[in-house]
């Protein structure tokens, strides 16, 4: 199983990026719970959003509700996760993490820096 996180950089606030997550290996990736974390250096990992297959589970950090768009398109096992208004405070490495009850799959997480 591989997770292949892509689409982070450096960006001003205000501004947005768009990260992408591919899973492949996994047996069937409907059964599967997608989640963003990030971190940021000397801070705990956080959970940032998360879906399942059919939208019947989604949540989001308090902190990026109505900035940050996560979705999934099951027929190329892909998440994305849309991040407007970015800030400073959004600058972490940003992961991907799919689930199926106790089976965690991460992948190397992509970068996001927010700066002017």
């Known amino acids: 199983v591989q997770l292949v996180e892509s689409g982070g950089g450096l960006v001003q606030p205000g501004g947005s990026l768009r990260l992408s997550c591919v899973a492949t290996?996994?047996?069937?990736?409907?059964?599967?719970?997608i989640h963003w974390y990030r971190q940021a250096p000397g801070k705990e990992r956080e959970l940032v959003a998360g879906i399942s297959a059919g939208n019947t589970y989604i949540r989001y950090l308090n902190s990026v509700t109505g900035r940050f768009l996560i979705s999934r398109d099951d027929s190329k096992n892909m998440v994305y996760l849309q991040m407007n208004s970015l800030i400073p405070a959004d600058t972490a490495r940003y992961y991907c993490?799919?689930?199926?009850?106790?089976?965690?799959?991460w992948g190397q997480g992509t970068q996001v820096t927010v700066s002017s």
């Open positions: 993490s799919a689930r199926r009850v106790t089976t965690d799959y």
């Open positions: 290996g996994l047996a069937t990736f409907t059964d599967y719970r």
